[in-house]
């Protein structure tokens, strides 16, 4: 037996509330959605490891000495 995600609907003016199964259509556009999310949230994950990266670098540019690039020196930036 197949499992079909259901939504709830509910009636404001009755108060009546009751579950129904989700068109193939809407399924479809949920698991977009899902996949969509799923992407945004690796390339957040990646921006945010890669600032990371460049800020450990300028950090021990630093203690070096050494001179730091515009991106190194942006990122220290408070």
Do not use: H
């Not at 499992?3 to 977009?32: F, H, M, N, S, W």
């Amino acid at each position: 037996m197949t499992d079909v995600p259901k939504k709830l609907v509910v009636d404001l003016a009755t108060g009546t509330q009751r579950y129904i199964d989700l068109t193939p259509a809407e399924i479809a556009q949920r698991d977009q959605d899902a996949a969509a999310a799923a992407e945004a949230l690796a390339e957040r994950e990646a921006a945010d490891a890669a600032k990371a990266t460049l800020k450990e670098a300028a950090k021990a540019k630093l203690i070096a000495g050494e001179p730091l690039t515009a991106e190194e020196a942006a990122v220290l930036v408070i």
